[in-house]
């Protein structure tokens, strides 16, 4: 196991004669259970946290009212807040049907499976956790790091935007504010695909946090905006599919319960259609049924855990195409 991973450049070699979305499924298919008893323990994890923290928030105030979107987002508020009850659609890309919460844990882990495959080695589940185990503050750290180095320019510039919409636009001119919110936008996703790779470097090569980033820049390195599309792309296709499953899962809740009766016409109607371009209808219950938060918390979970295999074999193959010659790799 110690050498498993000694040559990388096998592996960086493998033929590119296939469509690489096409690959990327064949080999979800075929690594389908072990992928999946790897992620067991975060999604466990991931399932107790939000079930509890929701569970929580029910009980500690049970006269809130509370929001259900087609994008996934379960929001409570006060009794004395503003929000008004019912039904409301509106237009624009929703984060929460972006990411995956929780289960970027697993993409280390997920990441040797792959690796592990490509060389033809045999890998347990108590194998990757373990190996795992061993670079855990350096993955749990991470994000906190890389969230320090993005966070003080893009707060910097919201505040500016903030400003700008309080005091000199007053709701009149978008451009004053728009423009520092794109820059904060733009200087995110710079970094989140120049650092996309560093899980890779530090499960594959055993590299500590900063060593990792940098060799995730070196490795993105000339190929930037070749990543950007793809993982565009594959963001995308990660709405359309969030989207269309709490979309038929609330229109389910429209039929069944008559709470949700409201949401019927409207998910019936074209509208169902425009959530898969940036479209949103959300409800707003004072009384929202712990089962509809149960189903739609626990639904959020699976969506992540299907699609965090995507997201890893992907960010591997990308690494493993940009790895270079085996002397570059460090073994595990």
Known sequence: ????????????????????VPRIFQEYRNH???????????????????????????????EALWRLSTSGNITAFGQLSATPIGVHSSVGFHGATF???????AMCPLSLII??????????????????????????AAWPLM?????????????????????????????????????AGAIAVYFLVKWSLYNQCIIIENLSIVAALRRSSELVRGRWG????????????TMVFTTAVFGLTLLFFSVVASEFAPLREVLQSGKFFGLFVGGQVQITLPDAPVWGIGVMVTLNILINAILAPIWAIVTTHLYMERAGTPEQAVSV
Do not use: C
């Open 1 to 20: 196991m110690q050498n498993a991973l000694g040559n990388i450049g096998d592996t960086a070699a493998m033929p590119q004669h296939q469509g690489r």
């Open 32 to 62: 389908f259970g072990l992928l999946w008893r790897v992620m067991l323990p975060v999604i466990v994890v991931s399932l107790v946290f939000n079930s509890t923290f929701f569970l929580v928030a029910k009980l500690a105030n049970p």
């Open 99 to 105: 990411g995956i919460g929780f289960l970027w844990l």
């Open 115 to 140: 690796i592990y495959q490509h060389r033809e080695k045999n890998v347990t589940f108590g194998e990757v956790w373990r190996l795992t185990r061993r670079k855990a503050l350096s993955i749990l």
């Open 147 to 183: 969230l320090l180095v993005m966070g003080a320019p893009v707060l910097i510039l919201i505040f500016i935007a903030g400003v700008l919409e309080a005091f000199l636009i007053q709701g009149t001119l978008m451009g004053p504010a728009l423009l520092p919110t794109l820059i």
């Open 226 to 237: 070749q990543l950007f599309s793809m993982y565009l792309l594959l963001t995308l296709g």
